[in-house]
């Protein structure tokens, strides 16, 4: 395994000291040799670890909020999306992942909630209308 490690400067902003972040990346190289019987070639393989995705649910939340704010949950939503966003870009995907569920989780309750108020709306303007 060639494992190769890199130190980044980066600055979080202006008047403090800058933030120094050791990042390791790791390849896994294999060498497979030639099937008997045929000409001598041989094939690399690199296997690469793929970057994890963490979901932070940002358009959904500020759809429910600009269109669905039932009882300000698509404002909560969407404030812990940005949350969500914000640790991924810290490097926490453990805190990204939790912000994220619990913005979908909102999410979902207040498009359900919103749903169920127009539809109980329009039942009640129909029951209404029927009985004048």
Known sequence: MNHTSQ???TATSEGQPPNYERLKE???????GAPHGSAAFRTTVINMPREVSVPDHVVWSLFNTLFMNFCCLGFIAYAYSVKSRDRKMAGDMTGAQAYASTAKC???STLVLSILVVVI?????ICIALNN
């Open 121 to 125: 709306t329009i039942i009640a303007a």
């Open 7 to 9: 130190t980044f400067l």
């Open 106 to 108: 909102l999410n979902i």
């Open 26 to 32: 790791e390849y896994e190289v294999a060498e497979l």
